[in-house]
Antibody
Framework: QVQLQESGPGLVKPSETLSLTCTVS????????WSWIRQPPGKGLEWIGY???????NYNPSLKGRVTISLDTSKNDFSLRLTSVTTADTAVYYC?????????????WGQGTLVTVSS | DIQMTQSPSSVSASVGDRVTITCRAS??????LAWYQQKPGEAPKLLIY???TLQTGVPLRFSGSGSGTDFTLTISSLQPEDFATYYC???????????FGQGTRLEIK
């Protein structure tokens, strides 16, 4: 049973960089696509981006070049980096998996981690 | 980018009721549509993918239909554990930008 777990600071100051890691257990990260999604308090879901196990990435254009997703096969994890954060980046951040044969749906999610942007 | 519009934004219903939630895409997405259920404080849970395929373990009272631009999620007989927020998601653009609907909150009447 594959499990995903987000980790990282829960508080980030404005203009600084948000960094989160998603650790994958129970299966190899060297398959499928992996993704970050966020949800501001009381609001809906926003796709941040994907990384394929080959290392190729795609990002939400609305994040205007602030986002980087990377993957470490030796640690079986993948990471999110979001620069120049503002209070609008306060959200619960989820990592998730896209599995073959599921019409690109997210079949497995982490529990989510709240990141607050505040001075 | 493809816009997804759900209706209604919220609905009140009673245990045993039949409920239908609609999702409309701004362009043809074929069957590239998924539905998720989210309860407070929890991650979304995949219910349906490919517009109508039920994820393993999801009760048969949930069903999905539609293609192209118009899709529906139906719960045939509401159970207490079904009160939650439901999101549709288009994956036609995968692995480019995918988008979610704004959500439908299902409340107890």
């Amino acid at each position: 049973q594959v499990q995903l777990q987000e980790s990282g600071p829960g508080l980030v100051k404005p203009s600084e960089t948000l960094s989160l890691t998603c650790t994958v257990s129970g299966g190899s990260i060297s398959t499928y696509y992996w993704s970050w999604i966020r949800q501001p308090p009381g609001k809906g879901l926003e796709w941040i981006g994907y990384i394929h196990y080959s290392g190729s990435t795609n990002y939400n254009p609305s994040l205007k070049g602030r986002v980087t997703i990377s993957l470490d096969t030796s640690k079986n994890d993948f990471s999110l980096r979001l620069t120049s954060v503002t209070t609008a980046d306060t959200a619960v951040y989820y990592c998730a998996r896209v599995r073959n044969g599921f019409w690109a749906a997210y079949d497995n999610w982490g529990q989510g981690t709240l990141v607050t942007v505040s001075s | 980018d493809i816009q997804m519009t759900q209706s209604p934004s919220s609905v009140s219903a009673s245990v045993g009721d039949r409920v239908t939630i609609t999702c409309r895409a701004s362009q043809d997405i074929s069957y590239w549509l998924a539905w998720y259920q989210q309860k407070p404080g929890e991650a979304p849970k995949l219910l349906i993918y490919g517009a109508s395929t039920l994820q393993t373990g999801v009760p048969l009272r949930f069903s999905g239909s539609g293609s192209g631009t118009d899709f529906t999620l139906t719960i045939s007989s509401l159970q207490p554990e079904d009160f939650a927020t439901y999101y549709c998601q288009q994956t036609d653009s995968f692995p480019q930008e995918i988008t979610f609907g704004q959500g439908t909150r299902l409340e107890i009447k």
